[in-house]
């Protein structure tokens, strides 16, 4: 273990916004996050997984933790199903080709999302018809006032859409350490309905998509839409798509008749926050060196030298002309640090 100083954190944020760490360490085992977590003269800290659902808007004073730990194990297994434990510090694509690799489904929709296998139960991740809690059983966490381990089940999590107990009361208390997953072995329940994923296929010729079809098939739309953080510094979808009472959608259609929306219940439904966004005309705008991306206007981008502070006034301002034109308040997805 070795603590770092004045360390430029533009490596480890898809943003690619380049802050610097007063203090940085990378653990890759968990006695070593207990020491880490134990240093009482770092009393402020930072944990840092795959550093791409946040945008950092100034320099980290407080002792930044990168969690480093890796490790895919099938902790049991029968005929129909597998459980599979995977380590916070697991790029999650790379674990979700490991399922397709293994032929276990239930994770094929949820292809390409950026980040690492801890922050995803945090943020209840989710795309084209499935999320995280679909296929969690449990997170193992460490406490990081007791530094005991905790294991958290599918109702301790309270997950909401884009959202956990790690966002709510349980925010900057505990860090998660693994994730326990349950997944299918055969008779996969394929979603294919959501999106473009069955006229992607259609395009493809496939008629009877196999789990690694369906995860193909995100992987080329999500291609299509979204840019390389590699290449653009991005977040993903940098907001969630708001739901609204259906009431409240009907009198939108009075003004807005091709405005799309989902069921979410009864009484709610969840309307596109790309559509909206687009519709008031911000899809594809640039404002100097940051933006919005021209396929996907749920996206801002950082196209080279942005500060975060840049891209947090395009994102209010997003924000702002919404609530204005629609009467619709859009929530930012990523954590604003």
Not at 274 to 300: C, M, P, S, T
Request: charged share 20%.
């Amino acid at each position: 273990m070795q603590i770092k100083h004045d360390i430029s954190l533009k490596p480890f944020n898809t943003f690619g916004i380049d802050v610097s760490a007063k203090h940085f360490v990378s653990v890759s085992n968990i006695d070593g996050l207990k020491a880490v977590l134990a240093l009482k003269e770092y009393p402020d800290k930072l944990i840092l997984g795959g550093g791409s659902n946040m945008l950092l808007t100034k320099d980290q004073d407080k002792l930044v933790i990168h969690i480093n730990l890796k490790g895919i194990t099938i902790v049991s297994q029968d005929e129909d199903f597998v459980i599979v434990k995977a380590n916070a510090g697991e790029n999650w694509h790379e674990f979700v080709l490991w399922c397709m690799a293994h032929d276990f489904g239930g994770i094929e929709n949820l292809s390409l999302i950026p980040g690492n296998v801890g922050t995803a139960p945090i943020q209840n991740i989710g795309a084209y018809g499935v999320e995280l809690k679909d296929i969690f059983v449990s997170c193992d966490s460490l406490s990081l006032d007791s530094l005991e381990t905790c294991t958290f089940s599918k109702t301790d999590c309270q997950f909401g859409y884009r959202d956990s107990i790690f966002k709510q009361h349980g925010k900057n208390k505990y860090v998660v350490t693994s994730v326990t997953f349950r997944l299918t072995k055969r008779n996969h329940l394929l979603h294919v309905n959501y999106g473009t994923i069955s006229s992607e296929l259609e395009s493809l010729n496939i008629t009877n998509p196999t789990i690694q079809d369906i995860s193909k098939a995100v992987i080329s739309i999500r291609e299509s839409k979204l840019p390389n953080p590699k290449v653009i510094g991005n977040s993903g979808s940098f907001f969630k798509n708001p739901i609204i009472p259906k009431n409240q959608y009907k009198t939108l259609l009075l003004n807005f008749p091709d405005v799309p929306s989902y069921p979410v219940s009864e009484d709610s439904v969840k309307v596109p926050a790309g559509w909206l966004i687009e519709k008031a005309g911000f899809k594809g705008k640039r404002f100097g060196d940051y933006g919005v991306h021209k396929n996907q206007a749920l996206v801002l981008v950082n196209y080279g030298q942005a500060t975060g502070s840049d891209i947090l006034k395009l994102a209010k301002l997003i924000q702002i002309t919404i609530l204005r034109i629609f009467n619709i308040s859009i929530e930012a997805e990523v954590n604003i640090l």
